[in-house]
Antibody, heavy 117, light 108 residues
Framework: EVQLVESGGGLVKPGGSLRLSCAASGFTFNTYSMNWVRQAPGKGLEWVSSISSTRTYIYYADSVKGRFTISRDNAMNSLYLQMNSLSAEDTAVYYC??????????WGQGTLVTVSS | EIVLTQSPATLSLSPGERATLSCGASQSVNSRYLAWYQQKPGLAPRLLIYDASSRATGIPDRFSGSGSGTDFTLTISRVEPEDFAVYYCQQYHRSPWTFGQGTKVEIK
């Protein structure tokens, strides 16, 4: 059974940093591209970042470019998102998801990031 | 970026009725690179349809997708009580991948 479990969310002050993790199991992690997708409270879905299976290709939404860094450790079956210079606009539930050529076939339960003073 | 516009914003239906949800793209989505997701309150989205018309694993056949170019449709042939949720379309034809704003299917 595919499982994706996010962690690392919480309350952080504007300008602060946070590192999200996503532990994957139940599939061959090192053959999948992975995505981070976020959802602000009461709002729709926004793609944040993607990383290919061997880290060759990495993409970011313009809204996070230069502030967020996606990475992965295939030996640990883990995906990460380092978030710096956070602002209130980054407040959202962050989901990790498997990327099957652009669409997301499996999703984690999400981790809430709240940016507030 | 490709903007997806979903209509209607809210669809009020009784169980057993047919649901037709629309997703319009600001540019042509070639190769039918469009997906549909269902999201219930407090839960993660669930993939329903990919490549415009292919059902994901385990998705009942009352869900179907159609369309090409700039106009796509998700149809629920007979709405079941568990189908009341928010539905999102997503294009993966051109980066950045973008989602529609969602259609809420509510009980009439």
């Amino acid at each position: 059974e595919v499982q994706l479990v996010e962690s690392g969310g919480g309350l952080v002050k504007p300008g602060g940093s946070l590192r999200l993790s996503c532990a994957a199991s139940g599939f061959t992690f090192n053959t999948y591209s992975m995505n981070w997708v976020r959802q602000a409270p009461g709002k729709g879905l926004e793609w944040v970042s993607s990383i290919s299976s061997t880290r060759t290709y990495i993409y970011y939404a313009d809204s996070v470019k230069g502030r967020f860094t996606i990475s992965r450790d295939n030996a640990m079956n883990s995906l990460y998102l380092q978030m710096n210079s956070l602002s209130a606009e980054d407040t959202a539930v962050y989901y990790c998801a498997t990327d099957k050529g652009g669409y997301n076939d499996y999703w984690g339960q999400g981790t809430l990031v709240t940016v507030s003073s | 970026e490709i903007v997806l516009t979903q209509s209607p914003a809210t669809l009020s239906l009784s169980p057993g009725e047919r649901a037709t949800l629309s997703c319009g793209a600001s540019q042509s989505v070639n190769s039918r690179y469009l997906a549909w997701y269902q999201q219930k309150p407090g839960l993660a989205p669930r993939l329903l349809i990919y490549d415009a018309s292919s059902r994901a694993t385990g998705i009942p056949d009352r869900f179907s997708g159609s369309g090409s170019g700039t106009d796509f449709t998700l149809t629920i042939s007979r709405v079941e009580p568990e189908d009341f949720a928010v539905y999102y379309c997503q294009q993966y034809h051109r980066s950045p991948w973008t989602f529609g704003q969602g259609t809420k299917v509510e009980i009439k």
